[in-house]
């Protein structure tokens, strides 16, 4: 009953009690409150009316009506298109066949006249090469002593009527006469078909053949004949011999030339009946030729090693890079 009151006093005083329900039950204790709650007056807020905002819009001016474009002129109506005319069909003529051309026969080719065959040129008949010609040992004596010596095989070619032509001396055929002189001598050397004159000079210390004349038979009865008197060969010390085993060739004149073979002379000196110390041509001097032949390979073999030297140091770089 108690808690059935404090809630009715509870509802009519409007939440100002409390009951205490902590005590007993038949001592209920009933809590006022020691100040009544000061019921403030309303508050009456007026709301503040704000004067209403005139803010007119601005009418903007009329805007001006789009230019009314003219009218559309109306598209000109094109004239009919007239019908196309058809043309007035042509009459077609019949092809006219042509009358057929006859063929004539072909005309046989006028037959071809030969070629008239071109008269042979006559061919020069090479000179055969004659084999190396023999050799011959000729002497001249004075009384019981011999005052000059030769040895050599000799051939002669020698130009004839534009012909060019060769002979060999044939030692069995051929015989030598001359003279010895102090100064001067002459060993001629006398065949069938030739005549050869060897003069020589003794200067000073030295001797050399200077001058040379031929004179060959021909069969046609005109015989060839050349001479040099200005000639400076097979030159030695007076007192030795000239030595030249290998082929030498010379030109004696424009049409005559001689080639000789295994070739010793001695015009001057000569004693015992022997050929003296030779004196030996630049073909046969070997002191010369030993010394050219070692040079060349010395120079080929430092040619060598430059060579390799050079492989060998561009080799060497291969990989690298400069930085």
């Known amino acids: 009953m108690f808690r059935f009151a404090c ?12 009951c205490d329900m902590s005590g007993a039950v038949g001592n209920p204790t009933i809590v006022l409150p020691s100040t009544q709650a000061t019921t403030l007056p309303p508050t009456t807020t007026k709301a503040t009316t704000l004067p209403p905002t005139t803010t007119k819009a ?77 050799t011959g040992k000729y002497s001249i004596k004075t009384g019981n002593s011999t005052c000059l010596l030769a040895d050599f095989g000799l051939r002669i070619g020698f130009i004839q009527g ?32 030739i005549t050869i004159i060897f003069s020589f000079n003794h200067e000073v210390k030295n001797f050399r053949l200077h001058a040379l004349n031929v004179t060959i038979k021909s069969d046609s009865g005109v015989d060839f004949k050349q001479a040099n008197t200005n000639l400076t060969l097979w030159q030695a010390a007076v007192g030795s011999s000239y030595m030249c085993n290998k082929q030498q060739s010379y030109n004696i004149t424009d049409v005559l030339t001689l080639d000789t073979y295994e070739l010793r ?48 140091r561009r080799k060497t770089y291969v990989g690298y890079q400069t930085l």
């Open 58 to 134: 601005t009418t903007l001016p009329p805007t001006t009506n789009a230019t009314t474009l003219p009218p559309t002129t109306n598209a000109t109506t094109l004239a009919p298109t007239t019908n196309a005319t058809t043309p007035a069909p042509v009459p077609t003529t019949n092809a006219t066949t042509p009358a057929p051309v006859p063929t004539t026969n072909a005309t046989t080719p006028v037959p071809t006249t030969n070629a008239t065959t071109p008269a042979p040129v006559p061919t020069t008949t090479p000179t055969p090469t004659l084999p190396t010609p023999s």
């Open 162 to 193: 534009g012909k060019g032509q060769e002979i060999n001396l044939m030692p069995n055929a051929t015989t030598s006469t001359g003279t010895c002189g102090v100064n001067t001598s002459e060993l001629i050397l006398t065949s069938d078909v």
């Open 7 to 18: 809630v009715i006093l509870f509802l009519s005083l409007g939440h100002d009690i409390m």
């Open 265 to 312: 002379v001695q015009p001057f000196e000569v004693t015992k009946d022997k050929f003296s110390t030779a004196h030996e041509c630049s073909l046969d001097d070997t002191s010369i030729l030993i010394p050219i032949i070692v040079g060349a390979a010395l120079a080929g073999m430092i040619l060598i090693v430059v060579i390799a030297y050079a492989i060998g």
